[in-house]
Structures are given as structure tokens and as C-alpha cells.
């Protein structure tokens, strides 16, 4: 089992930053991608942005469309961390920021390609 914790959200107005940190702990050494997902209340969960190991602490990064050029995501195996670093946000990127690791690494842009969930934290854009 992968225990993950999520901690960095809050309110921020539009244009603003944040930065969202995912600590994970468990069977850690098992989990070959890490990404987030976001989900909106009558919306299903998507994805915004992963990284797939390829080495001790190299890895591919991939990220959703929406948010190319605006979030940066980065990981630390050693340090069982993923960060998220948003700019320029805008209202739309208000949701429930999750983060998730999986054991196969083999599709990592959807929510079947992961085994584990955090609880999720909030992260609102005000205009």
C-alpha cells in the first residue's frame, strides 16, 4: 500500500500561484508514476499532469492541454515527494486537486492508470 498526502492549496486570485506538494509513504518503491488529477463537483476527475520514472530521480513528465506552459510538475524519488507548481491561474483551474501513484506506468492520463489516491485538497481562484 501507498500512502499519499497532499498539502498546498487554499485561495489565490487569479494570476496568482500555488504550489501543491504530495508526500507519500508506504511501499513507495513500488510506484512507477505519480501524477494529479482534479475534479469539479458533477464532473468526472481529470488529469492534469504526471511523471513516469525512468531512472532514480529522472522521469517524463506529461501534461493535460490546459495547463501546459502553466504548471510545472516535478518529483523527488529519494524524498517520496511530487510538487505541483501552478502560475497564472485562472477560475477555471478551481477543483479539488488529487494526487496518485501507480505500480504500472503504462497509461498515466486517465484514473485507471493509477492504484493510489490521496484525499484531495481544495484549491480556489477568485476573480
Known amino acids: 500500500q501507498v500512502q499519499l498526502l497532499e498539502s498546498g492549496g487554499g485561495l489565490v486570485q487569479v494570476w496568482g500561484s500555488l504550489r501543491l506538494s504530495c508526500a507519500a509513504s508506504?511501499?513507495?518503491?513500488?510506484?512507477?508514476?505519480m501524477g494529479w488529477f482534479r475534479q469539479v463537483p458533477g464532473k468526472e476527475r481529470e488529469f492534469v499532469a504526471a511523471?513516469?520514472?525512468?531512472?532514480?530521480?529522472?522521469?517524463?513528465?506529461d501534461y493535460a492541454d490546459s495547463v501546459k506552459g502553466r504548471f510545472t510538475i516535478s518529483g523527488d524519488n529519494a524524498k517520496n515527494t511530487l510538487w505541483l507548481q501552478m502560475d497564472s491561474l485562472k477560475p477555471d483551474d478551481t477543483a479539488v486537486y488529487y494526487c496518485?501513484?501507480?505500480?504500472?506506468?503504462?497509461?498515466?492520463?486517465?484514473?485507471?492508470?493509477?492504484?493510489?489516491w490521496g484525499q484531495g485538497i481544495q484549491v480556489t481562484v477568485s476573480t
Open positions: 508506504g511501499r513507495t518503491f513500488s510506484s512507477r508514476v
Open positions: 511523471v513516469t520514472w525512468i531512472g532514480r530521480n529522472t522521469y517524463y513528465a
Open positions: 496518485a501513484a501507480g505500480d504500472r506506468g503504462i497509461v498515466v492520463t486517465t484514473t485507471a492508470g493509477y492504484d493510489y
